[in-house]
């Protein structure tokens, strides 16, 4: 069984500031991760995945991601925050045994830019 | 670039009424998908199809769903009999191959209110 846990329901930065969005995850098999991005009135857009190469992702809009096994764990970071990243972030978990093609989300982390 | 895309973004309907959600995925995928959010829950899987026929259901996917490629081009979700806990936002999604070798691309939902 596979389940993923965002930590914060809700993440407030400053323009310009670090972000940083957690997530762990549980996986019985090797899992693949992704981050998805959801803006208001938008579908889910990928942002970056990680597949078993680098533990280091690096995705889109400058955001980048560690896998860490040893903390089960898949943070999301960018290093200045921009208004416009303010959107609902899930994390997501697949595992090889996956068949089906099944994508177990988290409950998601909205983020907040301040001017 | 390509994107899913989800007719209609709003459907209201009636409780014990039939709803036809519908979606074009992208036209060189392979995989499609169902997916819901009920508001303030998570993501759920809800079925995957490949090869004209259903690869993967969720528990969630019960008689009362089912799913239909009436062409080469729709992907639709049909509710039978709907209850006022259908509501909640439908995305279909479609990826080229199986998941752990291509992402999921979502389209922007269908937002599903059952009175």
């Known amino acids: 069984a596979q389940s993923v846990t965002q930590l914060d329901s809700h993440v407030s930065v400053s323009e310009g500031t670090p972000v940083l969005l957690r997530c762990n995850y549980s996986?019985?098999?090797?899992?693949?991760l992704f981050w998805y991005v959801q803006h208001p009135n938008k579908g889910l857009q990928l942002l970056l995945k990680?597949?078993?190469?680098?533990?280091l992702v690096k995705g889109i809009n400058g955001f980048e991601a560690e896998f860490k096994k040893s903390e089960t764990s898949f943070h999301l970071t960018k290093p200045s925050a921009h208004m416009s990243d303010a959107a609902e972030y899930f994390c997501?978990?697949?595992?090889?045994?996956?068949?089906?093609?099944?994508?177990?989300f988290g409950g998601g982390t909205r983020l907040m830019v301040k001017p | 670039e390509p994107e899913v895309t989800q007719t209609p973004s709003h459907q209201v309907t009636q409780m014990g009424q039939e709803v036809i959600l519908r979606c074009v995925p992208i036209?060189?995928?392979?995989?499609f998908y169902w997916y819901r959010q009920i508001l303030g829950q998570k993501v759920e899987f809800l079925v995957s199809?490949?090869?004209?026929?259903?690869?993967?259901k969720s528990e969630i996917f019960d008689d009362q769903f089912s799913v239909e490629r009436p062409d080469g081009s729709n992907f639709t979700l049909k509710i039978r009999s709907t209850k006022l806990e259908d509501s909640a936002m439908y995305f279909c999604?479609?990826?080229?191959?199986?998941?752990?070798?291509?992402?999921?691309?979502f389209g922007n939902g269908t937002r599903l209110t059952v009175t």
């Open positions: 999604a479609s990826s080229v191959a199986e998941l752990n070798n291509s992402p999921l691309h």
């Open positions: 997501v978990v697949s595992d090889d045994n996956n068949a089906g093609n099944m994508l177990t």
């Open positions: 036209s060189n995928h392979l995989y």
């Open positions: 996986s019985s098999y090797s899992p693949s």
């Open positions: 199809f490949y090869n004209n026929e259903i690869s993967e």
């Open positions: 990680y597949t078993s190469a680098a533990t």
